[in-house]
């Protein structure tokens, strides 16, 4: 196991403040040593188009503030593939023809398209000096409006108040439980295979062994090395050969509540309907969405905060068509101080209310293609990332998108249904067949 390293983050903050400042206390951090960001892995033979203009796409995006570095975690996935792709380019005798051909593929799809409508090829060399400026500015535009002169990796847990709008929210009991549940259940964080990345369902398909297909043991699918338990359990458990009943009930509760109904002995698949680009989305200013009502009754909140300051090397983004998954967040129950154990699907709808991360679809029918290959990937994750064959697993879903971010009840209800009744994985039906009850 990698030392832990111990942030100790104490402030002067007697000086410029303003009215509306914030503060932080004293507190001493426990984390693991940053990785190079540029290590990043990168799933090249499952990359698509979609998935490739995505990236390129909102790397380039300059007309919002990036409070978390999102297109800084982006761009490091950008230089990571050019850097995957020059190694095959330059070792080609070393890899299969098929591996050849989809490099040639994704080399092809590395370009972008000026304001004329022109086609540009990407200028790596200028990428990088972007990418050097960027992680060399220590002072985050986040910290600038917080009025914060830290720099330490995760100031977010040493936060004593938040200024939003001229409303200092100071102490919040929300916050401070979330942050005592943190200190009891993980003060050393998550483990780096307790946390995954997914660029889009691709990712995971590969992961499959197809019914009727031959399986070499000493011959695995290409993965990330946090997935080895997930292409084990899909050889011990093909999806295949799931098939459960499925079951699915509706119920009219608070996600911090349900998942206490689960019987105990069972896994529990939640879909927390996720901010893109700001880990917890406005979980510091004290915003009462479903994220943030997942991460004030649990510890969850430092999983975010691993993924940003471990695997998206000091930014957050949620691939667009993909999601993040946390294995193992504890929720309290404050009356009975009962815990819960679950996993937790990190996924992001589009936001039509105002802009985030993503440029939104422009067309009904873009939106919903968009939609089923988001939901394609965090189905797919939750199937690959079961314990056991599924028969003992609960998968509790949710309206996602149709709060604040202003997205049609009955079109996501689409949405579910077409994903929900499709053959995926190598199932030999719906894919709802791989749970027991969703």
Not at 304 to 309: E, M, V
Not at 406 to 415: A, M, P, S, T, W
Request: aromatic share 10%; proline share 5%.
């Amino acid at each position: 196991m990698e030392a832990l390293q111990e942030s100790n983050n104490e402030m002067d903050t007697s000086s410029n403040i303003g009215p509306s400042s914030s503060s932080v206390a004293r507190t001493k951090i426990n984390y693991r040593p940053m990785p190079n960001p540029l290590s990043v892995y990168v799933p090249l033979e499952s990359l698509t188009e979609q998935t490739v203009m995505s990236v390129v796409a909102t790397t380039f995006k300059h007309e919002l503030p990036d409070w978390n570095d999102s297109r800084r975690t982006l761009l490091v996935f950008l230089l990571a593939i050019n850097e995957r792709l020059n190694e095959i380019e330059k070792n080609k005798v070393q890899f299969d023809e098929q591996t050849l051909k989809h490099a040639i593929e994704v080399r092809q799809w590395l370009v972008r398209k000026g304001k004329s409508g022109q086609t540009m090829e990407l200028d790596w060399n200028e990428l990088r000096k972007t990418y050097d400026k960027m992680i060399n500015n220590k002072n985050t535009k986040e910290e600038t409006l917080l009025y914060m002169r830290n720099e330490e990796p995760y100031f977010e847990l040493t936060i004593d108040a938040v200024s939003t709008l001229s409303i200092l929210v100071q102490g919040h009991p929300d916050i401070e439980q979330s942050r005592k549940y943190m200190t009891r259940f993980r003060s050393n964080g998550w483990e780096p295979h307790e946390l995954k990345v997914y660029w889009n369902e691709e990712q995971l398909e590969i992961l499959c062994p197809k019914d009727g297909q031959e399986v070499e043991k000493t011959r695995l699918p290409p993965h990330d090395p946090s997935d080895v338990d997930v292409v084990q359990a899909l050889r011990q458990y093909p999806v295949s050969k799931r098939n459960h009943a499925g079951t699915i009930t509706y119920i009219n509760k608070g996600i911090e509540k349900a998942v206490f109904d689960v019987p105990k002995d069972a896994q529990i698949i939640l879909l927390n309907f996720a901010n893109e680009c700001s880990p917890g989305g406005g979980y510091l200013r004290r915003a009462w969405a479903q994220e943030e009502i997942i991460l004030y009754n649990s510890d969850g909140y430092r999983a975010l905060l691993d993924l940003k300051y471990g695997r998206m090397g000091g930014g957050y983004a949620i691939p667009e068509f993909g999601l993040a998954y946390v294995r193992d967040i504890c929720f309290i129950d404050k009356d009975t101080e009962q815990c819960r154990q679950a996993d937790m699907l990190v996924s992001a709808c589009y936001c039509l209310v105002y802009p985030q991360l993503y440029d939104n679809p422009t067309t009904v029918d873009e939106w919903i293609k968009n939609n089923i290959a988001k939901f394609r990937a965090f189905i797919s994750a939750a199937v690959a990332n079961t314990k056991g064959d599924g028969s003992n697993t609960y998968l509790l879903l949710g309206p996602i998108g149709t709060g604040a971010f202003g997205n049609d009840v009955n079109q996501i209800g689409y949405v579910f249904q077409h994903v929900l009744t499709s053959q995926m994985m190598g199932s030999s039906g719906p894919i709802s067949k791989a749970f027991s009850n969703i």
